[in-house]
């Protein structure tokens, strides 16, 4: 993956969050993005269709309700996360994306990029509610996050996937195994002493 320079904007934090217990995330392998559309990527739904649909997109953090967030990851079978630590991982986010279902105003799907907001970014806590999934909702949120970040000239892009994840990840343009660069993960199980 090859990079281009950009200044990014910081996050404007202002979450609603109550509290709970502590727990992490990620997974297994790791996707470079391979996208070679640069700042253009295209979107395969306008942000007014998902509207008349119902959904409206979000581009920050404001109005998200992060113990209905939780509620989502739960759903999918993340671990619930302390709110406060969510806000605080937010605070250090380079772009956030989020569907909020007009109806109930609840997130229904969301996604996060962190990064050095000129070279490097990584997507987490990709998530759409299954009440939702299958309707476009993770492609449209995924989609726009690599927009803005490519828009930015950020252009080494990379998540954890699950394997039975690649599926949905490989036709927006990420690919395993770039060069046959391998993702390593520190593991303290692994540690020689
Ligand atoms: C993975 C996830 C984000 C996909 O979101 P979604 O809204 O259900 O997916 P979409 O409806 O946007 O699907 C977009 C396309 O990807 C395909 N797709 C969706 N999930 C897929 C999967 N697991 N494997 C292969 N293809 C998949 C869809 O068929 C669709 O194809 P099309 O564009 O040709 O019609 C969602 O299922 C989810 O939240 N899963 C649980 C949490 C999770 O695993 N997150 C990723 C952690 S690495």
Not at 118 to 127: H, S, T
Request: with cysteine; aromatic share 8%.
């Amino acid at each position: 993956m090859l990079l281009r320079g950009a200044v990014s904007a910081p996050l404007p934090p202002c979450l609603r969050f109550g509290q709970t217990r502590v727990r992490t995330l990620p997974r297994s392998v790791s996707v470079a993005s391979s996208s070679p559309y640069g700042g253009d990527y295209p979107l395969s739904v306008s942000d007014e269709a998902l509207e008349s649909r119902g959904f409206l997109l979000r581009r920050d953090a404001e109005g998200l309700d992060l113990e209905e967030l939780n509620t989502v990851f739960v759903a999918v079978g993340f671990p619930r996360r302390d709110p406060e630590k969510i806000r605080l991982a937010l605070e250090h986010t380079q772009a956030v994306l989020w569907v909020e279902h007009r109806r109930t105003r609840r997130p229904v799907a969301f996604a996060r990029a962190t990064g050095d907001g000129v070279f490097n970014a990584i997507i987490w806590d990709v998530v759409v509610d299954p009440s939702f999934q299958g309707i476009g909702l993770g492609k449209a949120v995924i989609e726009r996050l690599l927009k803005e970040l490519l828009g930015r000239g950020i252009s080494n892009i990379a998540l954890y996937s699950e394997p039975r994840v690649l599926g949905f990840y490989r036709p927006l343009g990420f690919v395993a195994d770039p060069d046959g660069i391998r993702g390593m993960v520190y593991s303290k199980r692994q540690k020689k002493k």
